[in-house]
Every structure is written in structure tokens, then in C-alpha cells.
């Protein structure tokens, strides 16, 4: 079993950066990790995921060059830089993972509250 738990979200100005952890406690190894965002009264969104090896990283098109993901197999943990943030940014923002051949994520965290402030 896999738990996955999220930190470093907070309130921030626009323009500003935060950098997001999602610490993993079980078996991940090859498992590809991702992160969501749900912002009020919106749906759940794709935000990026990243494949074991780190080769392998997808973006939506809106945060290519704002957000960066990474990931430290050593210590189990997943990153998430957001630079340039913006109020539409505002969020919860989710890592969740999967194995590679699974289409849907099976694990995912709390999340953790991103607000951008205008």
C-alpha cells in the first residue's frame, strides 16, 4: 500500500514561487507520480507527472515554464516548483501515483492548499 503526503502550500503573492513536496511511504519503485489541482468550483485538473527514472515528465500546456516537477527516488519524495504563480493558480493541489501500466492514478495524497493572492 501506498500513502502519499503533501506539504509546503501556503498563501503567496502573484509573481511569487512555492515549492511543493509529496512524501511517499510503501512501494513506489517504477511507479510514474503526478500532480493535480482542484480550484474552487472547478474540476480536478492534470497539472504535470513524472516517470520513475525523471525522463519521462508531462505538463499541462498552461504550466509549461512556470512549473518545474522532479522527484528523489532515494527519499521517496516528489517536487513540485512553481514559479511566476498566478490568482488562477489558487488551489489544492494532489500527488498521486501509479504504476506504469495503469491508466488511472490508484494512490493519492490530501493536498495541500495553494493561494495566490492579486
Known amino acids: 500500500q501506498v500513502q502519499l503526503a503533501e506539504s509546503g502550500g501556503g498563501l503567496v503573492q502573484a509573481g511569487g514561487s512555492l515549492r511543493l513536496s509529496c512524501a511517499a511511504s510503501?512501494?513506489?519503485?517504477?511507479?510514474?507520480m503526478g500532480w493535480f489541482r482542484q480550484g474552487p468550483g472547478k474540476e480536478r485538473e492534470f497539472v504535470a507527472a513524472i516517470s520513475w527514472s525523471g525522463r519521462i515528465t508531462r505538463y499541462t500546456d498552461s504550466m509549461k515554464g512556470r512549473f518545474t516537477i522532479s522527484r528523489e527516488n532515494a527519499k521517496n519524495t516528489m517536487y513540485l516548483q512553481m514559479n511566476s504563480l498566478k490568482p488562477e493558480d489558487t488551489a489544492v493541489y494532489f500527488c498521486a501515483a501509479k504504476e506504469p501500466a495503469r491508466d488511472e492514478y490508484d494512490y493519492w495524497g490530501q493536498g495541500t492548499q495553494v493561494t495566490v493572492s492579486s
Open positions: 510503501g512501494r513506489t519503485f517504477n511507479y510514474f
